[in-house]
């Protein structure tokens, strides 16, 4: 099975291009979650007071240090900017878009991935109507070479997962109810709530189930190559036919 991988730069109205474009020696990087993006911003210099000012208006500073080795900052901004994005112009063609955004130099990076070579060409037909851009490789690639955890962006696997839920999840996880043996129960994890176990259990249930949900497509497409068949699922389906 052969997939598609194009890597392209843009340019077009936006305040963190723009940042970069003033401030060549940053490179900054951007990542979509289900609520806010979060941006990391590097430099190997000490940073100007007025790129610090402007760092301070970019959203809600979570991390920031200058010392020796440049500037490092992260910070977290709401999503009211990705209205009528390139991102939504992905999806439209098919395209798995490849986290995270690189802004460097006045121009925005990005990397997708798609199942046909065609949906490639059209989005980027699509994105030289209205913007400034450069296609920097585009090459057919076999599932095999490309890791799993590429084809499955975050915001994707949990996507529809409540906040309950993933606090369910997240406790299961830690206190090691998925290792085998399992350290702990149900009613163990739940006495560490302040809800009660049927409840618990409930919010945990529909985590799994939206998360195996959600990875769905990419475990369809880490499979589909193989003939292997380690279950006997085949051979069970003829002789069920055989026997019928």
């Keep these: 099975m052969s997939l598609y991988e194009a890597s392209f730069r843009v340019r077009h109205e936006c305040p963190y291009r723009e940042i970069s474009e003033r401030y060549p020696d940053l490179t900054i990087r951007e990542w979509y979650l289900s609520?806010?993006?979060?941006?990391e911003i590097t430099s190997p210099e000490s940073p100007a007071d007025e790129l610090l000012d402007e760092i301070d208006h970019l959203g809600t500073i979570l991390h920031k240090s200058v010392d020796d080795s440049g500037l490092h900052v992260v910070t977290q901004s709401c999503l009211c900017s990705l209205e009528d994005s390139i991102i939504e112009r992905f999806e439209e063609y098919n395209c798995l878009y490849q986290?995270?955004?690189?802004?460097?130099q006045g121009w925005e990076h990005y990397t997708v991935i798609a199942f046909d070579e065609s949906d490639v060409r059209a989005l980027l037909r699509d994105l030289e109507a209205d913007r400034d851009i450069e296609v920097l490789s585009k090459t057919a690639i076999t599932e095999q070479q490309i890791p799993h955890s590429m084809l499955a962006p975050v915001d994707q696997l949990f996507e529809d997962v409540t906040e309950r839920q993933l606090a369910a999840l997240r406790l299961a996880l830690e206190s090691g109810y998925y290792e085998q043996p399992r350290k702990t129960s149900l009613r163990e994890l739940a006495d560490q709530t302040a809800v009660a176990r049927s409840t618990y259990e409930e919010h945990l249930r529909k985590a799994e189930n939206k998360l195996l949900t959600n990875a769905g497509?990419?475990?369809r497409l880490v499979t589909a190559t193989s003939t292997a068949d380690p279950l006997g699922v085949d051979q069970?389906?003829?002789a069920e036919q055989a026997a019928d």
Excluded: E, G, K, M
């Design 99 to 104: 986290p995270p955004t690189i802004h460097r």
């Design 35 to 39: 609520d806010c993006q979060v941006i």
């Design 217 to 219: 497509q990419f475990l």
């Design 236 to 238: 069970t389906q003829q």
